[in-house]
């Protein structure tokens, strides 16, 4: 495959609004649209081909990496698809890859179908805003969602960190440092050691992965900035737990008292197909730090989180199956899909028996 051919499957990803494009072996080039995947017409891919063309998007440096490694992600520009994030894997041992295309503008809080009192976190002067939810759901763009807000909002100063970047942030007024692992930071965890150096405001945390990224992210909160920070996890609970289970003994009771004082929210995302299945709606799950959310992780009774989070509507506190219930009354997802999401499908049947 020459790059040539990359460059007219990228064009065509833009023309099919296509959010992914993957570069599989054995199959054609497959996009995805609407969160569903689609196969090009055109003949399977071969190895060779997909070493030859991996080899011409590294460099050196991230040749390297990729040998030691087996995997690594990088952010590309193209001049029809916009910033593009390319992740690089490894199967039968030869090169696969598969893309992201970010775009070129952040979209509006409505159109994105986010919460208003998402705004309200992000003009917090410090604390712990978390992100979460499984892989393709829409977290990037949330992020940087509040970055720019407070870009176009705050006197400031921003320092992202991130694995690789997939939006450029102009400065407005704010000044926004973005730093991309292997290209302005060796690694994820040393640039976060020095970070906190560069006199930020706001700290933006691409991907919480580890116990280092998690205490620095709750020392920062700590310590005077808002940190904005993203996590792998299907829902706030299972966020939470996951903070606090990469710790033991007492380091595991000190990180319990950080999160307590430190968090100002959590939202949970998920992608789900529309009813015209044209393209897709956001549904999701938040809580608000208030004093009974803070008590409950201080004594580590995150099971009892659920509770509060049902009497906490007023403070902009929702949850997973009332979300759902709501957009298919809407009339926007189908009653299957709300089932099939739902954390407690029978509450759901009960409210529209």
């Not at 494009?21 to 196969?39: D, K, M, Q, S, W």
Request: glycine share 6%; hydrophobic share 40%.
């Amino acid at each position: 495959m020459s790059t040539r051919t990359l460059e007219r499957l990228f064009a065509a990803a833009a023309e099919f609004d296509a959010s992914d494009l993957h570069l599989v072996a054995g199959v054609p080039p497959a996009y995805r649209v609407n969160g569903e995947i689609i196969l090009a017409e055109e003949d399977a891919l071969a190895e060779a081909a997909l070493a030859e063309i991996a080899g011409a998007l590294l460099n050196a440096q991230q040749r390297r990496k990729f040998d030691e490694e087996w995997e690594l992600c990088i952010s590309l520009r193209h001049p029809a698809a916009g910033r593009v994030r390319a992740t690089f894997y490894r199967r039968n041992g030869y090169p696969e890859l598969s893309f992201r295309f970010c775009g070129d503008r952040i979209e509006s809080r409505e159109a994105l179908g986010l919460p208003e009192k998402l705004d309200d976190w992000a003009r917090k002067p410090n604390g712990l805003v978390l992100i979460t939810g499984p892989t393709g759901a829409g977290k990037t763009t949330t992020l940087n969602y509040l970055v720019d807000l407070i870009n176009r909002e705050r006197r400031c100063k921003i320092v992202t960190i991130e694995d690789p970047i997939e939006f450029v942030h102009e400065n407005q007024r704010a000044i926004v440092v973005q730093q991309e692992v292997l290209t302005d930071v060796r690694s994820f965890n040393r640039a976060l050691i020095h970070v906190l150096r560069q006199d930020p405001d706001v700290l933006v945390i691409g991907e919480t992965r580890d116990f280092e990224a998690i205490a620095t992210a709750l020392t920062a909160a700590e310590t005077g900035h808002l940190v904005l920070a993203t996590m792998h996890s299907p829902n706030i609970l299972h966020a939470l737990e996951r903070i606090v289970g990469v710790f033991e003994g007492s380091a595991q009771r000190q990180i319990i008292l950080q999160l307590s004082n430190a968090l100002q929210g959590i939202i949970a995302q998920e992608l789900l197909p529309a009813v015209d299945r044209t393209r897709r709606v956001l549904a999701y799950e938040m809580i608000a730090a208030n004093n009974a959310v803070r008590n409950l992780i201080r004594e580590n009774q995150l099971h009892q989180l659920e509770n509060v989070m049902q009497t906490g509507r007023k403070e902009g506190m929702v949850l997973m199956d009332n979300c759902l219930y709501e957009l298919y009354c809407q009339c926007r997802i189908t009653y299957e899909t709300a089932i099939s999401r739902a954390r407690h499908p029978e509450s759901i049947r009960q409210k529209l028996a």
